[in-house]
């Protein structure tokens, strides 16, 4: 029983079955739940004689064992009670992060009242992410340290930033931007104060709130709900003259990444399919079009019309 058990921890979790599997959960397991999913797909898809009820002796809620959580990859990131013993051990790293992260947040809130500009402010805020990469996960140069960033929550935000930093973009659009990566900046903030040793006790209890797992939830869903807005926004400057093309063109390309890595994401699109289909599959002829045009965007970040039309990321 011990010996399955080491089989279906040394399984290798970049399996594309189990990714898709995972994406199509909603909502998303958080990182307490994911270990259960997992053991019920392993013995439905991998191996039948899995005992999915075995623990070993040594196992706790919050640990599958390296070789499951390194390699498990989640369209939601990586598992959120994960970053809590880093701040806590990193100490100067984190002081560093932490000053970065309240300059940041700083400036983003004088760009939102109009006193500073909002350029300024996402430069801060991607600095601020660049910091916490390099503080969690050092600089490397393989395919295993890349995904490791893209799935770290802060991991796509400088990619994010950089499509909106481009020259032509009204400053109205660019206020907005900031919206997504301020949400990011916040929770980043909450979790360091939450964890870091040497903060004051009152502190780390004013922020604490904001680090725990159903706060964080909400606040990633309504970030996602602000990117796809923020998204059809662009579009809209495109045609306006506010937005320069190649702006909308790469941020809906970082999108496409965005879907298929982030259940938040999803969730987002199924709510504007929600108003819109129940409308649009009344009227004859626009419900066919409106269906031709889910299916035509959704070839985009489908796993298996990527792989086989040779679109298939390597990262991922």
Known sequence: MAEGYKKFQDFDWSDE?????????YP?????????????????????????????PSASPNASGPSTQSR???SAGPPLGDDGSRWSTMRSK??????????????????????????????????SFVLEILAKYGLKFNQE???????????????????????GLHQTVRILALVPPFITAVLSFARICKF????????RKFFSPLAEISARYRAMQARADVEVGLGFVIVGGVFMGRAAPICALLFWNFMMMRYMMSAWTQASFRKIDGVLSPILGKIPGI????????????????????????????IL
């Not at 079955?17 to 959960?25: A, E, F, M, N, V």
């Not at 998303?28 to 070993?56: A, C, G, M, S």
Request: charge should be positive.
């Open 287 to 314: 419900n066919r079009l409106y269906d031709m045009l889910k299916r035509g965007l959704y070839s985009f970040v489908d796993p298996q019309a990527r792989q086989s039309g040779g679109r298939s990321c390597t």
């Open 145 to 167: 340290y890349l995904q490791s960033i893209v799935l770290d929550d802060v991991g796509p935000m400088p990619i994010m930033a950089l499509t909106v930093l481009t020259p």
């Open 17 to 25: 079955r189990w990714q898709t599997y995972l994406q199509g959960l």
């Open 72 to 74: 498990a990859g989640s």
């Open 28 to 56: 998303q397991p958080n990182h307490r739940q994911v270990l259960k999913f997992k053991k019920k797909w392993y013995k439905k898809t991998i191996d039948p004689e899995f005992d999915d009820t075995f623990e070993p």
């Open 94 to 127: 984190a002081t560093i992060c932490m000053i970065a992260y309240s300059t940041a947040m700083t400036m983003s809130a004088g760009a939102f009242a109009g006193a500073l500009p909002a350029y300024q402010a996402q430069l801060l805020l991607v600095g």
């Open 196 to 203: 870091h040793a040497t903060l004051p006790a009152f502190i």
